[in-house]
């Protein structure tokens, strides 16, 4: 397998909602992001996890919570958002080290109301 | 801070015409230098990249071309096809931080 997948692919929800979403590679990378992008825009990063340790967090507000369970899924919990959180929401993936290749997943592209 | 300018910032070229797309970074200690295309409601894809110990990379139609001292690098697209039609990215990181600072992206048209 040599891409990174993600789920699901649209997702609507309200500012009450709890929702999460996920994302997975078996291409052994040991680095996984989450990025925000908003059209016409490029990616913004929110979370790196370097081995299973969260490494990067860019000030994120507290209703994006990211978890890692293991070094081959990557989820974002997501609790009590703003309609301007609606965006593409991309993972992406690298072998480990830093200032690797970084492979990006298909996006969730999510709908606040 | 760390800056990544990006020209232009849309880009008309005629079908087997070439195309350059340019970029500028502020972090002289970059030394990784990415390029993504991104279609239409499609993920980045990573098409060519280039670090810092060499001047020039090829792959086909596509090349890369870095100048450290002026602190830019470009991207060359020969013989373009319709299917060349994306916004491109262009990205800069350096060596202890997994972090991108990409550029404001090019879109291209390729017209048939």
């Known amino acids: 397998d040599t891409e990174v997948t993600q789920t699901p692919k649209h997702l609507v929800m309200g500012m009450t909602n709890k929702k999460s979403l996920k994302c997975e590679q078996h291409?052994?990378?040991?680095?996984m992001y989450w990025y925000k992008q908003k059209a016409k825009k490029p990616p913004e990063l929110m979370f790196v996890?370097?081995?299973?340790?969260?490494?990067i967090n860019e000030s994120v507000p507290s209703r994006f919570s990211p978890e890692c369970p293991n070094s081959s899924l990557l989820n974002l919990h997501l609790h009590a958002l703003q309609p301007e959180d609606s965006a593409l929401y991309l993972c992406?993936?690298?072998?480990?080290?830093?200032?690797?290749?970084?492979?990006f997943g298909p996006g969730t592209r999510l709908t606040v109301l | 801070g760390e800056n990544v300018e990006q020209h232009p910032s849309t880009l008309s070229v005629q079908e087997g015409d070439s195309a350059v797309i340019k970029c500028t970074y502020s972090?002289?200690?970059?030394?990784?230098f990415p390029w993504y295309k991104q279609e239409l409601g499609k993920r980045p894809q990573l098409i060519i990249d280039?670090?810092?110990?060499?001047g020039e990379k090829k792959d086909q139609r596509i090349a890369v071309t870095l100048n450290k001292t002026a602190k830019h690098f470009s991207l060359h697209i020969t013989e373009t096809q319709p299917e060349d039609s994306a916004v491109y990215f262009c990205?800069?990181?350096?060596?202890?931080?997994?972090?991108?600072?990409f550029g404001t992206g090019t879109r291209l048209k390729v017209l048939a």
């Open positions: 992406a993936s690298s072998l480990g080290l830093a200032n690797d290749e970084q492979f």
């Open positions: 291409m052994g990378h040991r680095a």
């Open positions: 996890y370097s081995y299973e340790k969260l490494s």
């Open positions: 972090d002289s200690a970059s030394n990784y």
């Open positions: 280039i670090r810092s110990n060499v």
């Open positions: 990205a800069a990181s350096k060596t202890g931080t997994y972090k991108y600072i």
